[in-house]
């Protein structure tokens, strides 16, 4: 299950698009654009970060992958404007977005992503379907309170290590649980829909992008 990126309420993931408000990844590309966009999993469009802020991200972002292999996780800054609903930007972007600093096998499938909007100062995490079973809704909600306070006093860098240490924090203890209970987990998974980024990869491999944006993300 997942909850619909416009309207919030709860769907299943097979669904080709949200059965109260019809929403679907078309109506996404409608508002934000239709191509693969390349960035790097840590993204600063805002500038919110400075040199050595950057590298602290990075290393909880890269202590994330180095403990679960099949995950990553991205972070994206930027201003969003009049398009700011960030829930649908963030199911957008987890979707179009060719991470130039992953392995080509590595699918958007497993990656977590963290927008913050500094301006709207509005935030937002959304995952891939093969996290399903590890990870919910409230999960995330309190990885983002774990942040709350730091970005208040616009410190954010350490609102992001405090929230991805939350993250990590949570995927040890669903991996112990899944290592007592694997079937359990096993069946949690869900096949992809609503747009998920299945529908860009086949076979392990990354579609290519011939046609990046030439706009700012998010503009």
């Known amino acids: 299950m997942m909850k619909c990126p416009r309207c919030v309420q709860r769907i299943h993931r097979a669904a080709e698009s949200c059965p109260q ?9 409608q508002r934000f654009g239709a191509e693969d966009v390349r960035l790097r999993c840590l993204t600063d469009a805002a500038g919110i970060l400075r040199r050595g802020e950057r590298e602290r991200v990075e290393a909880a972002m890269a202590r994330i992958a180095r403990r679960f292999p099949q995950v990553f996780v991205a972070v ?18 987890l979707n179009r977005a060719a991470f130039e600093d992953l392995p080509p096998d590595k699918p958007n499938e497993g990656g ?8 709207s100062k509005a ?29 208040l006093e616009q410190r954010y860098a350490d609102g992001v290590t405090r929230a991805l240490l939350h993250l990590e924090t949570l995927l040890c203890r669903r991996s112990r649980q899944a ?31 011939a046609t990046p944006h030439k706009r700012e993300v998010g503009k």
Request: proline share 6%; aromatic share 12%.
């Open 179 to 209: 290592g007592r209970d694997p079937e359990h987990f096993r069946n949690k998974v869900t096949p992809p829909a609503m747009g998920d980024a299945m529908r860009r990869i086949r076979a392990g491999h990354r579609a290519p992008s």
């Open 76 to 93: 994206y800054t930027g201003a969003l404007g009049e398009v700011a609903n960030i829930r649908q930007f963030g199911f957008w972007l």
């Open 112 to 119: 977590v992503l963290l927008t913050i909007d500094p301006e």
């Open 21 to 29: 408000c019809g929403f679907s990844l078309a109506d996404a590309d």
């Open 123 to 151: 935030a937002g995490i959304v995952f891939g379907y093969l996290l399903d079973p590890f990870l919910d809704e409230r999960d995330t909600f309190e990885c983002l309170t774990r942040a709350h306070a730091y970005w």
